[in-house]
């Protein structure tokens, strides 16, 4: 069995597609995990929902900020964004058991000695922590108080977690944490507002993955979210997937076992794409 990791989908489900046939894809034998926002921006996020559903235990995948968001929208929580491309999903005749199976997926994935999150890991956790805090998380997002969650679910305040922070605060801060951060300070006190390169960071802040304290060095961490990185860290335990498809870039896929990397450039596709 082979295992591969992939970065934001956003609703490309061809560039996908092409990537699996570069390596052979077969869901009988292979797995295939993805770092979160499988929607929106991109032309086919009911497709690609409905594809990666379809694969059923080859593929596994941890929430993103995308993701989330169409789970509010659905139910009725936000409005939908003109920017947005979930209209198709939330019209579906599917619609419900696509989006039941989506909100069951963790924020915190933990196989095969990776760890797979969305955004990252605040520096002040070690890996029992943020797998407590996600627990924390999805207990009530798979719960009938979802709606609560969702309510609460957006803004950058509070920017950092603490004990004394209210149910609702510490869950919206949990959730910028996993979905949302790029650049903290070492105490993980978040900067949202940034989404350029690491070198453009705020003054005190820095990317979440290279504070030199940072309890989670040891781990091997799959990240995506921030496609400015343009799939480079300079760290060899922590592996940027998101090479900003949606945005005219490549889509990437690693090999875990390997660390081979295959990428589609998804503003040259072949037409002759398949159906795994």
């Not at 659905?74 to 005749?93: E, F, M, S, W, Y």
Request: aromatic share 8%; net charge neutral; proline share 4%.
């Amino acid at each position: 069995m082979s295992i591969y990791a992939v970065g934001d989908l956003q609703g490309c489900l061809e560039p996908l597609l092409c990537l699996l046939k570069k390596i052979d894809f077969n869901p009988q034998h292979d797995q295939l995990w993805a770092a979160g926002d499988i929607v929106n921006r991109g032309p086919q996020s009911l497709e690609t929902l409905r594809f990666v559903k379809g694969l059923g235990q080859a593929f596994k995948m941890v929430l993103g900020n995308h993701d989330l968001h169409l789970l509010a929208v659905a139910h009725g929580v936000k409005r939908i964004n003109p920017k947005d491309t979930l209209r198709a999903i939330l019209q579906a005749p599917d619609r419900e058991e696509l989006l039941t199976w989506l909100q069951n997926q963790p924020l915190l994935l933990i196989d095969q000695g990776y760890v797979m999150v969305h955004a990252g890991i605040p520096p002040q956790w070690d890996l029992v922590t943020a797998e407590r805090m996600a627990k924390k998380v999805e207990s009530v997002l798979q719960s009938d108080r979802c709606v609560t969650f969702f309510n609460n679910m957006y803004g950058d305040t509070p920017n950092s977690w603490q004990t004394s922070q209210t149910e609702g605060e510490q869950m919206r801060t949990i959730t910028n944490y996993f979905t949302r951060m790029r650049f903290c300070n070492a105490g993980g006190e978040l900067e949202l507002e940034n989404k350029q390169g690491p070198r453009h960071g705020p003054s005190g802040f820095a990317p979440w993955y290279s504070h030199q304290a940072r309890k989670t060095s040891r781990e091997k961490i799959l990240f995506g979210h921030w496609a400015s990185l343009e799939g480079e860290t300079g760290l060899t335990k922590v592996q940027a997937l998101d090479t900003g498809c949606v945005w005219g870039g490549r889509l990437r896929l690693v090999d875990l076992e390997t660390g081979k990397l295959t990428h589609c450039d998804c503003t040259k596709l072949d037409q002759d794409v398949i159906a795994v």
